[in-house]
């Protein structure tokens, strides 16, 4: 089972650029990272998933080194509505199809 | 509206209640699966269904029954709850059941209070 590790909180200002890291050195080889966001009383929604380098989308970018035992998502000048928490999961192999989700990390934009 | 959708969207009931969430999908997916979610806590795992067939049960206490009838339509029926089971409870499906390719798409949730 691949862990992943993410910082609890994070703040930021509106207009910055957010990176926020998660570790997940247990990564199987045909493992993707997949980023969600949640906001309160709603489900998560799919933001961005990688296998390696890098994946830009129109919401958010995904670095992924070449060992790929950690990611980073960058989100380019937030906003207050990008006050949410962030969740970064990674594939299990196998045929369950099973999505584990850890505590996310929960982004705090201020004006 | 992410194609996932859950009802009811609020429900009250008393721990000697019976009543059931149902969650629908039209997006062809295999994979369904029910998260719980209680205050300020992650998602837990709940259940997973693929190809209709339940592959996953995560400790789930058996006052939480859930039916997967068809790929696209999950229940999951509730009798004699708690107050500690009041949460959220999410729907949501994928492609599955394989999870190298983890998009899922989630319901808005029920919001379900045990008095």
């Known amino acids: 089972l691949a862990k992943t590790t993410q910082p609890i909180s994070m703040d930021s200002y509106e207009g910055q650029e957010v990176n926020i890291t998660c570790s997940h050195n247990?990564?199987?080889?045909?493992?993707?990272i997949t980023w969600y966001q949640q906001f309160p009383s709603q489900g998560p929604r799919f933001i961005i998933q990688?296998?390696?380098t890098k994946v830009t989308n129109e919401v958010a970018s995904l670095f992924i080194p070449a060992d790929r035992k950690s990611s980073t998502l960058s989100l380019p000048r937030v906003s207050l509505s990008d006050t949410a928490v962030y969740y970064c999961?990674?594939?299990?192999?196998?045929?369950?199809?099973?999505?584990?989700f850890g505590q996310g990390t929960t982004l705090q934009v201020k004006p | 509206e992410t194609g996932v959708t859950q009802t009811p969207r609020h429900l009250v009931m008393g721990m000697t209640n019976k009543k059931s969430l149902k969650c629908e999908q039209h997006?062809?997916?295999?994979?369904m699966y029910w998260y719980k979610q209680s205050a300020k806590k992650p998602l837990e795992l709940m259940f997973v269904?693929?190809?209709?067939?339940?592959?996953e049960n995560n400790s789930v206490p058996s006052r939480f029954s859930p039916e997967c009838p068809n790929s696209s339509h999950l229940f999951l029926h509730l009798h004699t709850l708690q107050p500690e089971d009041s949460a959220l409870y999410l729907c949501?499906?994928?492609?599955?059941?394989?999870?190298?390719?983890?998009?899922?798409?989630f319901g808005q949730g029920t919001r379900l209070t045990v008095v």
């Open positions: 949501a499906s994928s492609q599955g059941p394989r999870t190298d390719r983890a998009e899922a798409f």
């Open positions: 247990n990564i199987a080889t045909n493992d993707y």
């Open positions: 990688g296998y390696k």
């Open positions: 999961l990674v594939g299990e192999s196998g045929n369950t199809g099973k999505l584990i």
């Open positions: 997006l062809g997916h295999n994979a």
């Open positions: 269904y693929n190809f209709k067939e339940q592959t």
